[in-house]
């Protein structure tokens, strides 16, 4: 049962919005449509650094009623309601002022790290000795980098 209790049961509805929303994306952030190349070093280490960050969470036991889980999944409550809000504006108002800008393009890119650090706060890593929160957050803040360089990349494209 306590392999159940895991993390990863917070990015269940990230996926879920993912999955439901990804064919409503405006053309330049649909995926598979016509863009820039993306430098192959870039798009592996984004993908290697993204089964990093949604795997590891199945490793990582969820306590509720550990120290310090109340703020963490606080954090990750404000997270998600801020990647819901950046799904929200380049659905609904793809050509806005703010979703043909860099920040705004992006966000779908750079608001994940905010309920990837209420996932990494105070976490542990089963069968891992040696484990801090911090290597989880590392790992979130290089794949956020990574994943939104590559939608500077494609916003240029686009828009520069």
Do not use: C
């Not at 920040?103 to 990837?116: H, K």
């Amino acid at each position: 049962m306590a392999w159940v209790q895991n993390r990863f049961w917070l990015l269940v509805p990230v996926l879920v919005l993912n999955l439901v929303l990804v064919g409503r994306l405006p053309p330049p952030l649909t995926p598979g449509s016509a863009g820039p190349d993306i430098p192959s070093w870039l798009a592996v280490s984004e993908t290697l650094l993204r089964v990093v960050v949604f795997g590891a969470p199945l490793l990582m036991p969820l306590r509720l009623r550990a120290p310090g889980t109340r703020t963490a999944l606080t954090v990750y409550g404000f997270g998600f309601a801020a990647y819901v809000a950046a799904w929200a504006v380049v659905i609904w108002a793809p050509t806005s002022s703010w979703s043909t800008s860099a920040v705004g393009f992006t966000a779908l890119a750079w608001t994940p790290l905010l309920f990837l650090i209420g996932i990494g706060k105070g976490s542990t890593l089963r069968s891992v000795p040696g484990y801090r929160p911090w290597m989880y957050l590392a790992a979130a803040v290089l794949f956020t980098a990574v994943h939104t360089a590559a939608m500077v990349i494609t916003w240029a494209w686009y828009y520069a």
